[in-house]
């Protein structure tokens, strides 16, 4: 029942920045906690930075803190993460999911929307 568009990824140099956008539709954007998942070739899907609609809590994975920001926009239906000193590392798909409710914010289980996902290329 939510619909969800990501956009914003690219090719980027070590350091550099990227803000990547998920537009949502198709339902009350603010009942739903949105997170933010990547999955690079070879591995599995992983957590990166998570908001939940209740106080707007915000969650990060330990490898992105102090570099990724998440931050919702809920009039706009819109959630972002806004990625700084970006890494060779953080290459990869970066997928917008939403949760209507959750066992674990963490856990991509939880999820019950997914966009398509954009590329994140970072070269060294």
């Known amino acids: 029942q939510v619909q969800l568009v990501e956009s914003g990824g690219g090719l980027v140099q070590a350091g550099d920045s990227l803000r990547l956008s998920c537009a949502a539709s198709?339902?009350?954007?603010?009942?739903?906690?949105m997170g933010w998942f990547r999955q690079a070739p070879g591995k599995e899907r992983e957590f990166v930075a998570a908001?939940?609609?209740?106080?707007?809590?915000?969650y990060y994975a330990d490898s992105v803190k102090g570099r990724f920001t998440i931050s919702r926009d809920n009039a706009k239906n819109t959630v972002y993460l806004q990625m700084n000193s970006l890494k060779p590392e953080d290459t990869a798909v970066y997928y917008c999911?939403?949760?209507?409710?959750?066992?674990?914010?963490?856990?991509?289980?939880?999820?019950?929307?997914w966009g398509q996902g954009t590329q994140v290329t970072v070269s060294s």
């Open positions: 999911a939403a949760a209507g409710a959750y066992f674990s914010i963490y856990d991509a289980r939880s999820y019950e929307f």
């Open positions: 198709g339902s009350t954007f603010s009942n739903y906690a």
């Open positions: 908001i939940s609609w209740i106080g707007g809590k915000i």
